[in-house]
């Protein structure tokens, strides 16, 4: 399977995907406002290899990965979502959640500056929960009553990412002793500052994008 | 002429436009009919009114009430803005464009307006109107970066690459210190320069820029990527070869890596040992990584092939991948590697069997000798590899190792399903199912084979069973809320196969409508993306949703529609002919009477038990229910749609879409060709039947079409306008005008003798061009001593007997079943509902 960013073409085999497997499902517009507003975090995995049926097939979507950087986050700590993850059933023991999971990960970092990740699990799904905590090492928050739409709780997870951000910063730094003056690389290259000052700087992301009407369509939010 | 108001009024008109803005419509229509009493021709005040008429869902109202509004004051710009937003919101976007133009004369500097006409022109994709207003808007607000950003896309999208670039750039220059280092507006708008350099063609450039930004973008990959493709481009082979390393590094499971690595690494295609020793590399480096260890399998030939697929096989089924067929059946379209994949799952299955001496020891999982005997049902159960007695053996050993394995049901269910046997298939996906309540997947599997099975109602109980519950709207309208296209087309394909048209329509009605909302979801975009900043992906969009309606979800939707047009077309047609005898015999008309009355009463019960569950749900909220109620449908078995006076013209709207964007399906031409025909629409009918025959001269239905065309254009073509018929005369060379048809369908016939979908379209053509009917019937019996698997062709003639009214049709039906005693279609119908009642209540 082929593990590759989003694209907006991708989207109707995404919702696709996402309505056989799941049952929190989203309108395309709220697909769209993730590939619009950070490109960079949502990954597919497709199946290149499939015969085509028609001229006009798209790449078959057989597990996605839609992930999104929290608009206002209450700690005042950047941090990225993950709004929706599945795999079908057909494409099982392959590493593909981890896999997409990784990549979003390191784009959380990279692009945005990301602390952590957080997401929701419901209680009961003993195979997500294992992926998250055994495999991704997200530590268990709390849980969530009745998150979902049909009353089931939710455990809140999150995962740091300094080790992800300590890499880049190492990589950085070898790369800039390589080859100019070692100039720092972002916000992941400045050492000189103390990365517990930067955690606590409030961010302003997404702040009055008019947005509100695309985040009400989260349907596992409704309680 | 406006009148003039008193100091009071203009601050309570202030209030009105407030109260709009809250939505507060109550307060604000009181204030409104406050100055409109002293004031009653007050323009502005009454255009106000309809737009918050407007908002209560007052249409019609508002419309008469802004045109009035209009005529007591056709110099306000407020009366014209209202005016196109009134537009913008009944989505006719090319008169609201018209409006706002007239408001932005009467008031030029208006942002708002401006701001408004802008997105519509983007979202009509007037480019020209696009640029005038980005302009304009740039002039009013230099200061802010998304005002050159959104030029540049405009200039951009309107094709114009250098106007684009030197907009993005004048900006940069009047920069006085650079942006921060975290500044993603500013990274990602010099990612989208690179990118409108790179599609001017000079990778030189574009190399440079990328270079000399590279360092603090945010977007690394981006960044790799287009590095690592203008390198190879470029042709610095050694450099690029570094760049796909690097990306390989980051993520070894992107094939397009390795390819591109072997081409800049200059290595031959045949040269296997040498390509393989990439992958092996990435291997080793990444244990976990499936790609590496796949994809060497497409290249390599011969006992390279057999080694590398025995090690795949072998570590894929020991780990009980339930992939491993999925991942490898692309294969198989080389026949050597079919046969060697075959024999490698069956050594395996024999090895690891001799090892546990027939007793696996797996603990239920799909591992070991169960994941060999799941490759192998798999395996015979594929179209290139089929045979589906083996299939149903090796599911049966399966599941006796792991009697209770989802997947072995699954594809036993498959088997069925390949046999032609709807109905068993049903039952067994529907056991598989049961297995694994709380996956959906396997709860959507079960539904969409109860659809294939006709069952229709069953399958929307089975959906509910995922829908959420809490909706007084019922599983239906929730379905249809999500926008689940899979569903809706199956549950229209079904309805057409029991005969309800009008529920068909509904359904494919309801698609081509999703369509229409994914088309005006972008519309928030225009304004949203340039705020966030986003714009290589806010473009990416733009280009996609221009080809929207090229995605095979529309097509087969819209194939329906047409084809159940077509159906009415025809059966109004025939019940107008004087004979009689082509009517519908009441037989039939009391069988459909039936299934309608059945889906009616289907239709009620599911309503009535969604009202009960959401009462339940919540007692204390019956005011959901009528709100709900004024929302309700006023014809939820599309007995309207079936009974339009046009089906042709609903045809056509159907059919546009498929022959733009899709130009290339052939099931689209033909559809093309019924249409256009029926519409003696001649030109157009030829451009679609020499479209199909461009794609395959050898279909047997653009055979038919061909004669029909050429036998109808006997009669016709007299009666045409001379440059027509002279266009038609050069342009249709298929089948010459001196052409004996009879002679050339016999012809036809003879060649194609072995393939019954041809021997079936002969006759069809025979029966058109006179053939006695018995004759007919007899050549269409001997498809069935054709002794081939599929069966299809078979069906298609049953429908052609029974369309004759022919008295061998349920000759026909049992020997068909005689010779594929699996198939449903041609097995007497189930007995009545109680002997297969559902498991749950």
Same mark, same amino acid.
């Given at each position: 399977?082929?593990?590759?960013?989003?694209?907006?073409?991708?989207?109707?085999?995404?919702?696709?995907?996402?309505?056989?497997?799941?049952?929190?499902?989203?309108? &395309?517009?709220?697909?769209? #406002?993730?590939?619009?507003?950070?490109?960079?975090?949502?990954?597919?995995?497709?199946?290149?290899?499939?015969?085509?049926?028609?001229?006009?097939?798209?790449?078959?979507?057989?597990?996605?990965?839609?992930?999104?950087?929290?608009?206002?986050?209450?700690?005042?700590?950047?941090?990225?979502?993950?709004?929706?993850?599945?795999?079908?059933?057909?494409?099982?023991?392959?590493?593909?959640?981890?896999?997409? &999971?990784?990549?979003?990960?390191?784009? &959380?970092?990279?692009?945005?500056?990301?602390? #952590?990740?957080?997401?929701?699990?419901?209680?009961?799904?003993?195979?997500?929960?294992?992926?998250?905590?055994?495999?991704?090492?997200?530590?268990?928050?709390?849980?969530?009553?009745? #998150? #979902?739409?049909?009353?089931?709780?939710?455990?809140? &997870?999150?995962?740091?990412?300094?080790?992800?951000?300590?890499?880049?910063?190492?990589?950085?730094?070898? $790369?800039?002793?390589?080859?100019?003056?070692?100039?720092?690389?972002?916000?992941?290259?400045?050492?000189?500052?103390?990365?517990? $000052?930067?955690?606590?700087?409030?961010?302003?992301?997404?702040?009055?994008?008019?947005?509100?009407?695309?985040?009400?369509?989260? $349907?596992?939010?409704?309680? | 002429?406006?009148?003039?108001?008193?100091?009071?009024?203009?601050?309570?008109?202030?209030?009105?436009?407030?109260?709009?803005?809250?939505?507060?419509?109550?307060?604000?229509?009181?204030?409104?009919?406050?100055?409109?009493?002293?004031?009653?021709?007050?323009?502005?005040?009454?255009?106000?009114?309809?737009?918050?008429?407007?908002?209560?869902?007052?249409?019609?109202?508002?419309?008469?009430?802004?045109?009035?509004?209009?005529?007591?004051?056709?110099?306000?710009?407020?009366?014209?803005?209202?005016?196109?937003?009134?537009?913008?919101?009944?989505?006719? /976007?090319?008169?609201?464009?018209?409006?706002?133009?007239?408001?932005?004369?009467?008031?030029?500097?208006?942002?708002?307006?401006?701001?408004?006409? @802008?997105?519509?022109?983007?979202?009509?994709?007037?480019?020209?109107?696009?640029?005038?207003?980005?302009?304009?808007?740039?002039?009013?607000?230099?200061?802010?970066?998304?005002?050159?950003?959104?030029?540049?896309?405009?200039?951009?999208?309107?094709?114009?690459?250098?106007?684009?670039?030197?907009?993005?750039?004048?900006?940069?220059?009047?920069?006085?210190?650079?942006?921060?280092?975290?500044?993603?507006?500013?990274?990602? @708008?010099?990612?989208?320069?690179?990118?409108?350099?790179?599609?001017?063609?000079?990778?030189?450039?574009?190399?440079?820029?990328?270079?000399?930004?590279?360092?603090?973008?945010?977007?690394?990959?981006?960044?790799?990527?287009?590095?690592?493709?203008?390198?190879?481009?470029?042709?610095?082979?050694?450099?690029?070869?570094?760049?796909?390393?690097?990306?390989?590094?980051?993520?070894?499971?992107?094939?397009?890596?390795?390819?591109?690595?072997?081409?800049?690494?200059?290595?031959?295609?045949?040269?296997?040992?040498?390509?393989?020793?990439?992958?092996?590399?990435?291997?080793?480096?990444?244990?976990?990584?499936?790609?590496?260890?796949?994809?060497?399998?497409? /290249?390599?030939?011969?006992?390279?092939?057999?080694?590398?697929?025995?090690?795949?096989?072998? *570590?894929?089924?020991?780990?009980?991948?339930?992939?491993?067929?999925?991942?490898?059946?692309?294969?198989?379209?080389?026949?050597?590697?079919?046969?060697?994949?075959?024999?490698?799952?069956?050594?395996?299955?024999?090895?690891?069997?001799?090892?546990?001496?027939?007793?696996?020891?797996?603990?239920?999982?799909?591992?070991?000798?169960?994941?060999?005997?799941?490759?192998?049902?798999?395996?015979?159960?594929?179209?290139?590899?089929?045979?589906?007695?083996?299939?149903?053996?090796?599911?049966?050993?399966?599941?006796?190792?792991?009697?209770?394995?989802?997947?072995?049901?699954?594809?036993?269910?498959?088997?069925?399903?390949?046999?032609?046997?709807?109905?068993?298939?049903?039952?067994?996906?529907?056991?598989? =199912?049961? *297995?694994?309540?709380?996956?959906?997947?396997?709860?959507?599997?079960?539904?969409?084979?109860?659809?294939?099975?006709?069952?229709?109602?069953?399958?929307?109980?089975?959906?509910?069973?995922?829908? =959420?519950?809490?909706?007084?709207?019922?599983?239906?309208?929730?379905?249809?809320?999500?926008?689940?296209?899979?569903?809706?087309?199956?549950?229209?394909?079904?309805?057409?196969?029991?005969?309800?048209?009008?529920?068909?329509?509904?359904?494919?009605?309801?698609?081509?409508?999703?369509?229409?909302?994914?088309?005006?979801?972008?519309?928030?975009?225009?304004?949203?993306?340039?705020?966030?900043?986003?714009?290589?992906?806010?473009?990416?969009?733009?280009?996609?949703?221009?080809?929207?309606?090229?995605?095979?979800?529309?097509?087969? @939707? @819209?194939?329906?529609?047409?084809?159940?047009?077509?159906?009415?077309?025809?059966?109004?047609?025939?019940?107008?002919?004087?004979?009689?005898?082509?009517?519908?015999?009441?037989?039939?008309?009391?069988?459909?009477?039936?299934?309608?009355?059945?889906?009616?009463?289907?239709?009620?019960?599911?309503?009535?038990?969604?009202?009960?569950?959401?009462?339940?749900?919540?007692?204390?909220?019956?005011?959901?229910?009528?709100?709900?109620?004024?929302?309700?449908?006023?014809?939820?078995?599309?007995?309207?749609?079936?009974?339009?006076?046009?089906?042709?013209?609903?045809?056509?709207?159907?059919?546009?879409?498929?022959?733009?964007?899709?130009?290339?399906?052939?099931?689209?031409?033909?559809?093309?060709?019924?249409?256009?025909?029926?519409?003696?629409?001649?030109?157009?009918?030829?451009?679609?039947?020499?479209?199909?025959?461009?794609?395959?001269?050898?279909?047997?239905?653009?055979?038919?079409?061909?004669?029909?065309?050429?036998?109808? *254009?006997?009669?016709?073509?007299?009666?045409?306008?001379?440059?027509?018929?002279?266009?038609?005369?050069?342009?249709?060379?298929?089948?010459?005008?001196?052409?004996?048809?009879?002679?050339?369908?016999?012809?036809?016939?003879?060649?194609?003798?072995?393939?019954?979908?041809?021997?079936?379209?002969?006759?069809?053509?025979?029966?058109?061009?006179?053939?006695?009917?018995?004759?007919?019937?007899?050549?269409?019996?001997?498809?069935?001593?054709?002794?081939?698997?599929?069966?299809?062709?078979?069906?298609?003639?049953?429908?052609?007997?029974?369309?004759?009214?022919?008295?061998?049709?349920?000759?026909?039906?049992?020997?068909?079943?005689?010779?594929?005693?699996?198939?449903?279609?041609?097995?007497?119908?189930?007995?009545?509902?109680?002997?297969?009642?559902?498991?749950?209540?």
């Amino acid at each position: 399977m082929d593990i590759r960013r989003l694209e907006p073409r991708d989207i109707p085999l995404i919702q696709h995907a996402n309505l056989e497997n799941l049952p929190e499902n989203y309108f &395309m517009k709220y697909y769209l #406002y993730h590939a619009l507003s950070w490109p960079q975090l949502s990954y597919v995995a497709v199946d290149v290899s499939r015969p085509k049926k028609t001229p006009y097939d798209y790449p078959k979507i057989v597990g996605y990965v839609l992930a999104k950087m929290e608009e206002e986050p209450t700690d005042g700590v950047q941090h990225g979502h993950i709004t929706s993850l599945s795999v079908m059933r057909t494409h099982r023991r392959l590493g593909i959640a981890e896999k997409l &999971m990784r990549q979003s990960q390191l784009a &959380m970092v990279e692009t945005f500056g990301a602390q #952590y990740v957080s997401l929701h699990v419901r209680v009961s799904n003993k195979a997500a929960i294992h992926l998250y905590t055994k495999t991704l090492g997200f530590d268990q928050d709390k849980t969530e009553a009745s #998150y #979902y739409a049909d009353g089931e709780d939710a455990f809140s &997870m999150r995962l740091d990412l300094s080790v992800i951000r300590n890499q880049i910063r190492d990589a950085a730094a070898a $790369e800039s002793g390589d080859e100019d003056e070692g100039e720092p690389v972002g916000e992941a290259g400045s050492k000189a500052l103390p990365v517990r $000052e930067k955690d606590l700087k409030k961010v302003k992301v997404g702040r009055g994008l008019g947005v509100q009407a695309l985040v009400e369509k989260d $349907e596992s939010k409704h309680s | 002429m406006p009148q003039p108001l008193s100091a009071k009024e203009n601050s309570l008109f202030r209030q009105v436009i407030r109260n709009y803005e809250d939505k507060q419509y109550k307060r604000g229509l009181k204030a409104a009919e406050q100055i409109l009493k002293k004031n009653p021709k007050h323009g502005d005040t009454m255009a106000m009114k309809a737009l918050i008429i407007n908002s209560t869902g007052k249409t019609d109202e508002a419309f008469a009430l802004a045109k009035e509004a209009l005529t007591a004051d056709m110099k306000s710009h407020i009366c014209w803005h209202v005016y196109g937003l009134l537009y913008r919101h009944q989505k006719n /976007f090319e008169e609201a464009i018209k409006a706002y133009k007239f408001a932005l004369k009467l008031e030029p500097g208006s942002p708002q307006i401006q701001r408004d006409l @802008a997105f519509l022109q983007i979202q009509m994709r007037d480019y020209q109107g696009y640029i005038q207003s980005r302009t304009a808007m740039l002039q009013a607000k230099s200061q802010l970066r998304q005002n050159w950003t959104a030029l540049a896309v405009a200039h951009h999208l309107a094709g114009d690459l250098a106007q684009a670039e030197k907009v993005l750039t004048t900006y940069e220059e009047s920069l006085k210190s650079p942006p921060s280092h975290t500044d993603y507006e500013n990274s990602e @708008a010099l990612m989208y320069k690179n990118s409108i350099i790179a599609e001017t063609g000079d990778y030189q450039r574009a190399l440079d820029h990328l270079e000399s930004i590279a360092k603090h973008n945010l977007d690394r990959l981006a960044v790799l990527e287009l590095r690592a493709e203008y390198l190879a481009k470029l042709g610095r082979k050694q450099e690029a070869a570094k760049a796909y390393r690097a990306l390989l590094e980051r993520n070894p499971e992107h094939s397009e890596y390795y390819n591109k690595l072997t081409e800049v690494l200059g290595l031959n295609d045949d040269d296997g040992t040498a390509r393989k020793a990439i992958y092996d590399e990435y291997v080793k480096k990444n244990p976990r990584c499936d790609a590496a260890k796949r994809l060497p399998l497409t /290249f390599l030939a011969g006992n390279n092939f057999r080694e590398a697929a025995k090690t795949y096989l072998s *570590l894929m089924l020991d780990k009980g991948v339930p992939s491993t067929f999925a991942n490898l059946k692309h294969l198989y379209s080389d026949p050597f590697k079919k046969q060697t994949l075959e024999s490698l799952a069956l050594e395996y299955v024999k090895e690891r069997e001799s090892q546990s001496g027939g007793e696996a020891n797996t603990e239920g999982e799909l591992k070991g000798t169960p994941a060999g005997l799941y490759y192998l049902a798999q395996h015979y159960n594929y179209s290139l590899s089929r045979d589906l007695t083996k299939a149903l053996e090796y599911v049966d050993k399966g599941l006796k190792l792991v009697p209770e394995n989802v997947e072995f049901y699954m594809t036993k269910a498959r088997i069925w399903k390949h046999h032609g046997n709807t109905r068993k298939a049903a039952e067994i996906m529907d056991q598989a =199912r049961n *297995l694994d309540l709380k996956d959906r997947y396997i709860n959507t599997k079960s539904a969409k084979y109860q659809l294939r099975n006709n069952e229709t109602a069953k399958a929307l109980k089975t959906m509910a069973l995922f829908t =959420r519950s809490d909706s007084s709207a019922g599983p239906l309208a929730e379905l249809i809320d999500m926008q689940s296209i899979w569903y809706l087309t199956e549950d229209g394909e079904a309805s057409v196969r029991n005969g309800l048209i009008g529920l068909a329509l509904k359904r494919f009605h309801s698609v081509y409508n999703i369509f229409d909302v994914w088309q005006e979801d972008q519309f928030d975009f225009h304004s949203f993306s340039l705020r966030k900043g986003q714009i290589r992906a806010y473009v990416d969009m733009i280009l996609w949703e221009d080809k929207l309606r090229e995605h095979p979800f529309y097509t087969r @939707a @819209a194939l329906g529609a047409v084809a159940a047009y077509l159906g009415i077309h025809d059966s109004k047609l025939a019940t107008n002919a004087i004979n009689g005898s082509a009517n519908g015999t009441e037989e039939d008309d009391a069988e459909k009477k039936k299934a309608l009355k059945k889906a009616r009463k289907e239709a009620q019960k599911a309503e009535r038990e969604a009202a009960e569950h959401a009462a339940k749900q919540d007692p204390n909220k019956p005011k959901a229910a009528t709100s709900d109620n004024a929302k309700r449908d006023d014809d939820p078995l599309g007995l309207k749609l079936a009974s339009t006076d046009q089906p042709l013209v609903e045809a056509t709207k159907f059919l546009l879409p498929i022959l733009q964007f899709s130009p290339k399906n052939i099931d689209g031409q033909v559809a093309g060709f019924e249409v256009y025909i029926r519409r003696e629409k001649y030109l157009l009918a030829l451009r679609c039947l020499n479209a199909a025959l461009a794609i395959d001269a050898t279909n047997p239905v653009v055979h038919e079409q061909a004669v029909r065309f050429r036998k109808e *254009l006997s009669s016709k073509l007299a009666s045409l306008h001379p440059k027509v018929a002279e266009v038609i005369n050069t342009e249709f060379t298929a089948i010459p005008s001196s052409t004996d048809l009879k002679k050339y369908n016999t012809e036809f016939l003879k060649q194609h003798k072995d393939s019954a979908s041809h021997v079936v379209s002969a006759v069809k053509i025979q029966k058109l061009l006179g053939e006695d009917q018995k004759t007919c019937e007899k050549a269409l019996f001997d498809i069935l001593k054709l002794k081939s698997d599929d069966w299809e062709p078979a069906a298609e003639a049953l429908g052609l007997l029974f369309q004759w009214r022919s008295s061998e049709a349920e000759a026909f039906k049992k020997a068909a079943e005689d010779t594929w005693p699996e198939v449903t279609l041609f097995q007497p119908p189930p007995s009545p509902p109680n002997a297969t009642k559902p498991a749950e209540s």
